[in-house]
């Protein structure tokens, strides 16, 4: 099952890359996702591999549009930062604490702090997350919980 889930979504995100549906494309997808699939069923996920039902998977791609919107909105802030000739530059280290039930909402909540320019996760430990932000108006927005918010209903419901 783990295998299956992993090739599904591998052959998912082959679709989005490759925008194409010709037959030769598809085979090759296919194959390729099926292989890697097996793969990190075997190689990552062991005995606790994260269950995504699809109620998991729906709330996951209706978060994708917040997401891309918020990285959207940090990376022109970052750029107004960066090309402000007095460089006004105020970086903070926070510590956030977020309670998540499962790890693989932990593991999402970092990653989704880490692909949204101005922040990166330094530390994990248990529900405390260490955090460098560019500027203050970074850790303003992650401590106003809104991300944690969405990451526990994808994954804790």
Same mark, same amino acid.
């Given at each position: 099952m783990k295998a299956v889930q992993a090739s599904v979504a591998l052959f998912a995100f082959w679709l989005v890359l490759t925008g194409s549906i010709a037959a030769a494309d598809l085979v090759t997808g296919l194959a390729l996702s099926s292989l890697l699939g097996v793969l990190a069923a075997r190689l990552l996920w062991t005995d606790d591999a994260p269950l995504l039902t699809l109620g998991h998977t729906s709330r996951l791609l209706l978060f994708v549009p917040y997401l891309l919107a918020h990285m959207l909105l940090a990376a022109t802030h970052v750029a107004r930062i960066v090309l402000d000739p007095r460089m006004p530059l105020a970086p903070v280290?926070?510590?956030?604490? $977020?309670? @998540?039930?499962?790890?693989? !909402? *932990?593991?999402?909540? &970092?990653?989704? =702090?880490?692909?949204?320019?101005?922040?990166?996760?330094?530390?994990?430990?248990?529900?405390?997350?260490?955090?460098?932000?560019?500027? $203050?108006? @970074?850790?303003?927005?992650? !401590? *106003?919980?809104?991300? &944690?918010?969405? =990451?526990?209903?994808?994954?804790?419901e």
């Amino acid at each position: 099952m783990k295998a299956v889930q992993a090739s599904v979504a591998l052959f998912a995100f082959w679709l989005v890359l490759t925008g194409s549906i010709a037959a030769a494309d598809l085979v090759t997808g296919l194959a390729l996702s099926s292989l890697l699939g097996v793969l990190a069923a075997r190689l990552l996920w062991t005995d606790d591999a994260p269950l995504l039902t699809l109620g998991h998977t729906s709330r996951l791609l209706l978060f994708v549009p917040y997401l891309l919107a918020h990285m959207l909105l940090a990376a022109t802030h970052v750029a107004r930062i960066v090309l402000d000739p007095r460089m006004p530059l105020a970086p903070v280290t926070v510590e956030h604490r $977020a309670r @998540f039930e499962r790890e693989v !909402s *932990r593991v999402a909540y &970092a990653n989704s =702090i880490g692909m949204t320019p101005g922040a990166v996760v330094i530390d994990v430990e248990d529900d405390r997350f260490l955090i460098h932000c560019l500027d $203050a108006s @970074f850790a303003d927005d992650i !401590s *106003r919980g809104d991300l &944690a918010r969405r =990451i526990s209903r994808i994954f804790e419901e």
